[in-house]
Nanobody, 125 residues
């Protein structure tokens, strides 16, 4: 199994950028479909981005496409989420997750087996 720890959240003004990190331990993150989800106040947890184990396939929700980028670093055993042009609607707790299932279910929280503790992102207007 893999343990995941997110970092990099914080307070940023609208239009700004943040880079979230998700460091894995216990197993290589390359063994899993890796996803980023977020949960805003009073909202359901929603899909943000995902990467196949090879990194050749990536997907994004419509709300972040063109602004967010998922990437990985094998040397650090980590996955990143670069977030640009942030807006107040992006305010949420962001979670990193790992899935042992195939990539086709990558938008579903229930497909993921391991989760980090989350990191808060707050975007002020």
């Amino acid at each position: 199994q893999v343990q995941l720890v997110e970092s990099g959240g914080g307070l940023v003004q609208a239009g700004g950028s943040l880079r979230l990190s998700c460091e894995g331990s216990g197993s290589s993150v390359r063994r899993y479909v890796m996803g980023w989800f977020r949960q805003g106040p009073g909202k359901e947890r929603e899909f943000v981005a995902a990467s196949s184990p090879t990194g050749r396939k990536t997907d994004y929700s419509d709300s972040v496409k063109g602004r967010f980028t998922i990437s990985s670093d094998d040397g650090k055993n980590a996955v990143f989420l670069q977030m640009n042009s942030l807006q107040p609607d992006d305010t949420a707790v962001y979670y990193c997750a790992a899935s042992r299932t195939t990539y086709y279910a990558h938008t579903l929280p229930t497909a993921y087996d391991y989760w980090g503790q989350g990191t808060q992102v707050t975007v002020s207007s």
